[in-house]
Each structure stands twice: as C-alpha cells, then as structure tokens.
DNA sequence: GGTGTGACCAGCT
DNA sequence: AAGCTGGCCACAC
C-alpha cells in the first residue's frame, strides 16, 4: 500500500551496497549470504556483478570483505591486483591463506542474524 | 529490443 | 565420488 517499495534502492544493486558497507571490521560475509538476506539465493550472482560496479563506481565498498561459500577470495582478480584482496583482509586481522580465510565461521558474518 | 555474460549456489546425473 | 547444468537479476553491446 501507499508508497510501496519503501525498501528504497528500488534494485538489488543498492541493497547490496547497502549489507557490504555494512559489515563490521575484521569480519566477512558471502555472497549467498548477502543475496538470501534480500530474499533471493539464486540471485548470489547478481551480489558479485555489484561488486563489479563498486571497482567502477564512486562507492566505497569493501568488497574484500566479501567472499564466496568456501571463504575463498574469488574475486581477487577484480581489484586491479590479484594481491590486494589478500591484503586488506590481512590488514583487518583476518589470516588468509592460499587465497582462503582461516576461521571462515569464526570471522563470517550473517547479514540476516547479526541485522 | 534481444542476447550474452557475470566475483555464485545448490541440486541432479 | 565428481562434474555439469540450471536459476536468479541486472548491465553492456
């Protein structure tokens, strides 16, 4: 009723935005996660394609913090430089190795438990 | 205006 | 057991 979506954005992409710039220092989240907290598993893609626009953007988005199932950096290859994912997860405190977060469970966060 | 792709996830064979 | 395909939405040509 009345305005409707009032959930703002109106797109995937600033909702998105929204749940990554949100994330806590020293923690990470994944996509999936990001794309079931705004009711759409199978959209986990579409979470990815906005980190994409986040590089191209203005936006601050720490999509570092951002990473797949596994708590693997697969979109290191995005940044510019396949190093620099790595970096900024390490520079938080979060231990990265072989392109993998150690602890994943321990540094994980759930948008749709910790909101 | 349609087609293809994209930093994923999960289910089926 | 592993590999592949489908599904989701949005953007680029």
Redesign the pocket.
Known sequence: MAGGEREDS????ENVFAVVRLIPFGRVT????I??YLG?????????????????GVTDIP??R?????G?L??????GSPAI?QQLLENEGITVMNDQVTGFDEVFWDPGKEL
Do not use: I
């Open positions: 109106g797109s995937f992409f994944s996509y999936g996660a794309a079931a759409s598993r199978g959209s986990a893609r579409m979470v990815g394609w906005a980190m994409n626009a986040s590089h191209t999509a570092h951002v990473v797949n199932r596994n693997l697969t979109g290191k290859y995005h940044f994912m």
